[in-house]
């Protein structure tokens, strides 16, 4: 059950005359007649909605639909065929206008079963403003977007409060860029001018064009250019364009090398010594007897079983990519893999030297030793599991997820405290056939995970009541270990709880660095590369592109 099937049109001909039920494809059987005649006596609010009904995508449905002579003109350039009941609706002002005060467009189309430029168009005839008071959509439109549109909204948030562009877009959901083109349109007056980011932005500069104050940052104390942004509030990048602009000399690879060797041996050394772990530095790992084959361990950790790494920001992928620093994350991953199918009892520990400025050196080396650290007394009073569509948990999921999106759905279900959303969970069905085949026809697996929940065993007990809820099927889901500045690696911890087995990796994944230092992901380029009729080796060479590897990621499976 994939958006991606066999569509030959003569299966699904002879099922529709055999009776409709039946398999379509190799991974898809369903009701073809059940699903016309749905279509057919409109009994949907979105063909989208329908298609995610039966278990597929929109264009499959346009498939079948057109195989069958069913599509319609709803379905192509021309409108709908309107029915008496919603044409007597759609031409009615006072109905639409009192419609438009309390739902957005999409809402009005879906219930009249037409699309919005329908809606949209009508309105114009009857010269009805889309627009709704601004303090309405705050608190109750779930398309924040819609937002950009309203003047005296932007005004107000832009002129009158003195807002950023960047926080307005923050609010909304949107890019910085997105905010300033319809401040423009409005013909509001933008602050891009210095003068305006000299005054937001004040005490910042003041430190920052301070030589005194840098050299004593940078030179004194010997801190490094993420410190330095971490204490200000900025980005490493913008603290060395300001040091080279002070005359101060950037550190060498070298200087900086002693630097790491300064941040072990005062910082980590002691503070393994702080929890009383046994340790050895410098700890040299002999891969094979016959070769000269070894990796240099920063520190290992016996009676744990742990291998311990202290990486730099820089060298290790934390900053600006360049070709060595591509070359460094593709050696710390084959370092990795060596090491884990080497000594699979052992663990492999990362520690950034960023850690020991924002407190997460003391809870990894807590989690190394088994200090569990106190959870908030939680328990399920107040808390209730409902099923959800869609338009229940996307702004939620569009706010709170890095992916700000909900792909084609299975099951959603949210979790509510006191009619809150705190958290949702989204099973969705495996992007590639190759999974259906591995682990099962009905497999699906964990999409998109949010909670807002922290510090309790509230996501356990969500995510075990959803598994009850889900018929008998695998189910996957996978877990990023890449580090990150500021956060700890993502190990699987969750999925252990709720009984799922680890089952080994996904395969090393790889996108590309322009010139300009931008990522492109492989796809881009492979396409590219076809159009061309050349290899995506030669298109990379071609266009300059280096190839920066990315971690794995651990794949757990839930079986009853």
Not at 281 to 306: A, F, G, Q
Not at 344 to 363: N, Q, T, W
Request: aromatic fraction near 12%; hydrophobic fraction near 35%; charged fraction near 30%.
């Amino acid at each position: 059950m994939v958006k991606i099937y066999n569509r030959r049109s003569d299966r699904i001909l002879s099922l529709y005359e055999k009776g409709g039920y039946g398999p379509v494809s190799e991974y898809l059987e369903f009701n073809v007649k059940l699903f016309v005649e749905e279509y057919e006596n409109n009994n949907y609010g979105r063909f989208e909605s329908l298609c995610d009904k039966f278990g597929f995508g929109k264009s499959f449905g346009k498939r079948i639909l057109k195989v069958l002579g069913k599509l319609e003109n709803r379905m192509g350039k021309n409108s709908f065929n309107l029915s008496d009941f919603t044409k007597s609706l759609i031409n009615n002002k006072e109905w639409l206008t009192s419609q438009l005060q309390t739902k957005t467009l999409t809402q009005i189309a879906c219930e009249l079963n037409v699309n919005n430029d329908t809606i949209r168009r009508r309105l114009r005839q009857f010269n009805i403003s889309i627009d709704i008071p601004w303090d309405y959509k705050i608190n109750k439109v779930v398309n924040k977007s819609k937002l950009l549109y309203d003047r005296e909204y932007m005004y107000r948030e832009y002129v009158t409060d003195q807002k950023t562009a960047q926080q307005i877009a923050n609010e909304i959901g949107v890019s910085q860029q997105t905010v300033l083109t319809y401040l423009r349109k409005h013909r509001i007056e933008t602050r891009l001018d210095g003068q305006w980011q000299y005054r937001e932005l004040k005490d910042l500069l003041n430190k920052l064009t301070d030589k005194k104050f840098m050299i004593e940052q940078y030179i004194t104390l010997k801190k490094s250019t993420y410190q330095i942004a971490c204490e200000l509030g900025t980005n490493d990048v913008l603290v060395g364009r300001h040091l080279r602009r002070l005359g101060i000399q950037m550190r060498s690879h070298l200087e900086y090398a002693d630097l790491m060797s300064s941040v072990h041996k005062h910082k980590l050394i002691p503070l393994l010594d702080k929890y009383g772990i046994n340790h050895v530095s410098s700890y040299v790992v002999r891969m094979r007897e016959d070769k000269n084959w070894s990796y240099e361990i920063d520190e290992y950790l016996p009676d744990y079983r742990v291998f311990l790494e202290l990486n730099g920001l820089y060298w290790h992928g934390y900053g600006n990519l360049n070709l060595t620093v591509a070359r460094n994350i593709q050696r710390d991953i084959v370092k990795w893999k060596n090491l884990t199918s080497k000594f699979p009892d052992h663990k492999i520990v990362y520690m950034l030297e960023s850690d020991f400025e924002d407190g997460l050196a003391d809870r990894i080396i807590e989690g190394i030793v088994g200090r569990k650290r106190e959870l908030a007394k939680w328990k399920p009073d107040g808390y209730r599991i409902e099923r959800c569509n869609k338009d229940d948990v996307y702004e939620f999921i569009a706010n709170n997820h890095y992916l700000k999106s909900i792909p084609a759905s299975k099951f959603i279900f949210g979790l509510y405290n006191k009619n809150q959303l705190v958290a949702a969970v989204v099973f969705s069905y495996p992007h590639r056939n190759e999974q259906l085949l591995k682990y099962g026809e009905n497999t699906v697996e964990i999409s998109r995970f949010i909670s807002l929940e922290h510090g309790s065993n509230a996501n356990s007990w969500f995510i075990s009541k959803c598994l009850r809820e889900v018929s008998n099927r695998p189910i996957i889901s996978y877990a990023d270990i890449t580090r990150y500045p500021g956060k700890i690696s993502h190990d699987g911890t969750l999925y252990k709880a709720c009984n799922f087995e680890y089952i080994g990796l996904t395969e090393s994944s790889y996108r590309y660095l322009t010139p300009d230092r931008k990522l492109l992901h492989k796809r881009g380029v492979w396409k590219k590369a076809k159009r061309n009729g050349i290899t995506e080796k030669r298109q990379a060479y071609i266009d300059g592109l280096i190839k920066v590897l990315e971690w794995p990621k651990k794949i757990f499976i839930y079986r009853r």
